[in-house]
């Protein structure tokens, strides 16, 4: 049973930053295509970031430049660090696994099976 956990939401001013983790349990973590989505009230989910099996990140236009992507193989730990947040970064932020057949491609938007429960991330202007 793969598990996702985050960790780290809060409220920020505008130009703050905030470090998201994403705990993983239950799949073998450096195999996986890992993503990291958000949804603001009233909005449909988004996609924020990526990174593939070989570490290689992607970003949402939206948040490139602001935000980084990473992980820690050992700790099986996915981060999101966010800098420079505007209001419109307002959201629940969820982490999420493709399974381990659809990590292979980790460009397309499908095969994302495993998500958290999410993370509040407030900004304020």
């Known amino acids: 049973q793969v598990q996702l956990v985050e960790s780290g939401g809060g409220s920020v001013q505008a130009g703050g930053s905030l470090r998201l983790s994403c705990a993983v349990s239950?799949?073998?973590?450096?195999?996986?295509?890992m993503a990291w989505f958000r949804q603001a009230p009233g909005k449909k989910r988004e996609g924020v970031a990526t990174i593939d099996r070989d570490g290689s990140p992607d970003y949402a236009d939206y948040v490139k430049g602001r935000f980084t992507i990473s992980k820690d193989i050992a700790k099986a730990t996915l981060y999101l660090q966010m800098s420079s947040l505007e209001p419109e970064d307002t959201a629940m932020y969820f982490c999420a696994a493709k399974t381990a057949r659809s990590s292979v491609d980790c460009s397309s938007s499908g095969g994302f099976a495993y998500w958290g429960h999410g993370t509040q991330v407030t900004v304020s202007s």
């Open positions: 239950g799949a073998e973590f450096g195999s996986r295509c």
